[in-house]
């Protein structure tokens, strides 16, 4: 399929949390950007102290730091795309959804982070509906994994028939597709994108890697993707496939899960 590449002058924005190992979020985005052709520049909604063994602990700075990092940015840069990660605690959505509505009209993918692995929350369970109410209308795909996407559906996740459930219901809260990650099934890798008529499966081999950062990987590449100009179906199938491959690749630095970074 032809398709028009993108310029390096292109900019993309994370708004995500910062990981010391640069496993997952803004540190993970930067460096996904810049594989695939874009300069990326990040703002910060929470810090972590995490290594690739274990999570420790969270600190979020004031709501109004992070509009304070974003303004800086805007005084001199267009983002051609956004994607946005970990929250950090309540105040800072309608920051965030500020930061969207300033941007209508340009990619926006969301991975929503709610727990770490080690299942500690990194956003309280009951502000999940009202941080997806704020989301709405504003946002162009969502990517949930299993866990995520039954607590924002409300119900349990665990098969494909239950993740197209789970994709139509969280499409409709957003008004926007929602492509529910399956990588973590117990038998198969499957990913399903439901665009708010029909349903699309990306299916790939089982790989028995647990690797640190998958859902950002996959967000931050299908951002890359469809500001690079592909339509929602491909530029999934695209992130999907390229994900999967750098699993494959993902090498162990420290004593835990394996990470992207050093393949970047």
Not at 11 to 33: I, N, W
Not at 74 to 90: A, Y
Not at 125 to 136: E, G, R, T, W
Not at 202 to 221: A, P, Q
Request: aromatic share 8%.
């Amino acid at each position: 399929m032809a398709c028009p590449k993108s310029p390096r002058t292109k900019t993309l924005l994370s708004v995500a949390g910062y990981d010391p190992s640069s496993g997952a979020g803004v540190a993970l985005d930067m460096a996904v950007f810049r594989k695939l052709g874009f300069v990326g520049m990040g703002i910060l909604t929470a810090a972590t102290a995490q290594n690739t063994k274990r999570f420790i602990a969270y600190d979020a700075p004031p709501s109004q730091f992070l509009f304070l990092q974003y303004e800086a940015l805007r005084r001199e840069v267009s983002f051609s795309g956004i994607k946005t990660g970990m929250v950090g605690h309540r105040k800072n959505i309608p920051v965030i959804s500020r930061i969207l509505d300033e941007h209508r009209g340009i990619p926006v993918v969301v991975d929503p982070v709610f727990r770490a692995s080690s299942g500690a929350w990194l956003l309280e369970k009951a502000v999940i509906p009202y941080y997806v109410s704020h989301l709405k209308e504003r946002i162009s795909v969502i990517t949930p994994n299993l866990e995520e996407a039954g607590l924002i559906s409300g119900h349990r996740v665990g098969n494909l028939k239950e993740m197209k459930e789970a994709a139509s219901t969280i499409a409709g809260l957003v008004a926007a597709p929602c492509l529910v990650k399956g990588g973590h099934l117990s038998r198969r890798a499957v990913d399903v994108l439901f665009d708010g008529r029909h349903y699309t499966v990306f299916e790939k081999g089982k790989i028995n890697r647990d690797v640190h950062g998958t859902g950002c990987f996959l967000s931050s590449s299908l951002l890359c993707f469809l500001v690079k100009g592909y339509p929602l179906w491909k530029a999934c199938e695209l992130a999907s496939a390229f994900t999967h491959a750098a699993i494959k690749k993902a090498v162990s630095i420290g004593r835990g899960k394996p990470i992207f970074s050093p393949l970047l």
